[in-house]
């Protein structure tokens, strides 16, 4: 294990130390009365029934037999404590971990999220968090209990007889080799068996997500045949795990009875002294039964323990990379954000040298409104992403109100500009949870913002209004209406900057009718920027940038660059006809 997994492992531990240790000692107490009860059952045997003494043994025979029945139940007892606190040790690990990843994540930059796909991210919070639950819920805290039982066990039978101890330890090596191949064989089986788990989910969950499509290209025959095909690999995968898990138990109970028989062959033909009776045999076959489990438990666990760093490792890696987060709490916040924008010689791009913007410089003035236009690929949404400062520049300068906008605070950037995306999110909480967005903001702002969005029809025709909750992804809701909930969570926040990532689905006149009121509406007193795909709504603007590769090649407002008779406005005059 290297030295950084094992000062992770003592960091997620820390907290908890106290309950590990007291499983700890549960554990040992466990163990004791474990190796106590066939000691008991051998002092019955060997100084009562085996030397005819029951006159004598009555009181002895009792006093044992009740010590026995205390003896189970304390067992019992400890057993239950020890379950319970190893479970909370691990609850409580995963609890911290899930916690810990989820906020990195909502801290982490875009960059971090281009860089690792939201899959990766999944499997990460949900299933290697799990290999951790299962380290210390049941690989740690077993570990001591095992040991220590083992211990006790060679240690009592070498003192009773050195003789027999030896024998019966004969088919150890043999307990460990076959648990050893079997195990192996066991985890490739079940990490076949995950592998064709994995494809079957993802072949479910592509399917499920696109149905619609294959509805469409009537291609439900081929989906099919896939289907069976991925369903047959899994089946044929899990084949093997049927065996081996019949194999293993047969396998254990043959070798325990092997040494059980050499144990009885041993004592029976005197190759040990003529001290050892039937309670010591008694003894002993019970002690090497009950070596078994932490044997098998203990190279079971080396392929957790292994799976568990593993996992453990690539979290950290996750989390402890700093370079990855922003920073929200340095950073001036203005008194109040105007909303000049100003870019000046600005270089960007996403991948070393491979330039997206390239010298590129505007102004606009506070309450201004401003179209992006360009064709598709030129870096009109990311001149967007670079106003919410979701990358770095590596030229030039973005100024806000005069203040170089990496030196304003994060959290009060983004809180000033107000961005409604392509295809808005929706989450499936009700419609003023979707439009408060986790902020406290009371009803009256809410009603309000409902008002202005002109989204109170769409909304009241709902059946439990402003609480109805929506389905996934709004997928109930069309593209208009989702844009209508969008427009009322910026009426509520009421930025100062705002930016409207156009819609490209199409959208009925009517929603689109009201969506330009909202437009109106919002871009008053605000800097408005458009990233506009319908010329029909940029006409009225106060300056259109043309962007090409990365560069501004045209700027004005619409009559200024129609008559000028460059780029804009053969697309207009393209437009145009298509209109006539
Ligand atoms: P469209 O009209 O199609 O939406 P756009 O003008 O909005 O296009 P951008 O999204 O700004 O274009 O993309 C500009 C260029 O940057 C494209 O070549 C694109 O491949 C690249 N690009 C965009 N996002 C990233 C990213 N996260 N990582 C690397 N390259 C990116
Ligand atoms: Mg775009």
Not at 213 to 219: A, G, Q, S
Not at 266 to 295: Q, R
Not at 401 to 407: H, K, M, R, T
């Amino acid at each position: 294990m290297k030295n950084n997994t094992w000062n992770r492992i003592k960091k997620m531990v820390w907290p908890y130390r106290k309950t590990v240790v007291l499983v700890t000692i549960i554990a040992i107490l466990i163990d004791i009365i474990a190796l106590a009860k066939p000691y008991l059952i051998r002092l019955v045997i060997s100084e009562c029934l085996d030397k005819n003494v029951y006159g004598k043994g009555i009181v002895t025979v009792t006093t044992i037999s009740f010590t026995y029945i205390v003896f189970v139940i304390l067992e019992n007892i400890l057993d239950y404590f020890n379950r319970k606190k190893s479970y909370s040790i691990g609850e409580n690990i995963i609890f911290d971990l899930r916690n810990k990843l989820f906020k990195y994540m909502e801290k982490a930059n875009v960059k971090f999220h281009d860089k690792v796909p939201s899959g990766k991210l999944f499997v990460r919070i949900m299933s290697d968090t799990e290999d951790v639950y299962t380290l210390f819920s049941d690989v740690v805290t077993t570990f001591a209990k095992d040991i220590f039982i083992l211990i006790g066990i060679i240690t009592i039978m070498i003192y009773i007889s050195f003789k027999l101890a030896m024998l019966s330890l004969i088919v150890i090596p043999l307990i460990i080799i076959s648990s050893y191949i079997l195990t192996k064989l066991l985890n490739k089986a079940f990490t076949n068996v995950k592998n064709a788990r994995t494809k079957l989910n993802t072949f479910f969950a592509e399917s499920i997500y696109g149905v619609k499509l294959i509805k469409v290209f009537n291609r439900q025959k081929e989906k099919q045949e896939e289907c069976e095909k991925n369903t047959t690999e899994f089946l044929e995968a899990i084949k093997p795990m049927g065996y081996l898990q019949g194999l293993l138990p047969a396998t254990m109970s043959l070798i325990e009875n092997l040494g059980i028989s050499i144990i009885i062959w041993a004592v029976v033909s005197k190759v040990v002294g003529a001290e050892i009776d039937v309670g010591i045999v008694y003894m002993f076959t019970t002690y090497l039964k009950n070596m078994f489990d932490p044997i098998n438990r203990m190279i079971e666990n080396v392929e957790i323990v292994e799976e568990a760093v593993t996992s453990i490792d690539k979290i950290y890696e996750i989390i402890e990379d700093e370079d990855c987060l922003e920073n929200f709490e340095t950073g001036k916040c203005l008194d109040k954000i105007k909303g000049k924008i100003e870019f000046k010689n600005v270089w960007f791009a996403y991948e070393k040298d491979n330039w997206i913007l390239k010298d590129v410089s505007f102004t606009i003035e506070p309450g201004q409104s401003i179209a992006l236009v360009g064709k598709t690929g030129s870096g009109k949404n990311t001149i967007q992403n670079l106003i919410n400062r979701f990358y770095t520049i590596q030229q030039g300068e973005i100024i806000i109100d005069g203040v170089n906008i990496y030196d304003i605070n994060l959290e009060y950037l983004r809180k000033n500009i107000g961005t409604i995306l392509q295809d808005p999110f929706i989450y499936a909480k009700s419609i003023k949870d979707n439009i408060k967005l986790f902020n406290e903001i009371d009803d009256e702002t809410i009603k309000e913002a409902v008002e202005l969005s002109s989204a109170t029809n769409f909304i009241n025709s709902l059946d439990n209004g402003l609480d109805e909750i929506a389905k996934e992804r709004g997928n109930t809701f069309s593209a208009g209406q989702k844009q209508l909930l969008a427009f009322a969570r910026i009426f509520a926040l009421d930025p100062s900057i705002f930016i409207l990532d156009e819609a490209t689905a199409n959208i009925d006149t009517t929603t689109e009718e009201l969506i330009q009121k909202s437009v109106d509406k919002l871009s008053k007193n605000k800097t408005s920027i458009f990233i506009a795909h319908r010329l029909a709504t940029i006409v009225n603007v106060d300056k259109i940038i043309v962007l090409s590769n990365g560069e501004i090649i045209e700027q004005g407002n619409h009559e200024q660059l129609v008559k000028s008779g460059g780029y804009y406005s053969s697309l207009y005059s393209a437009y145009y006809n298509s209109l006539v």
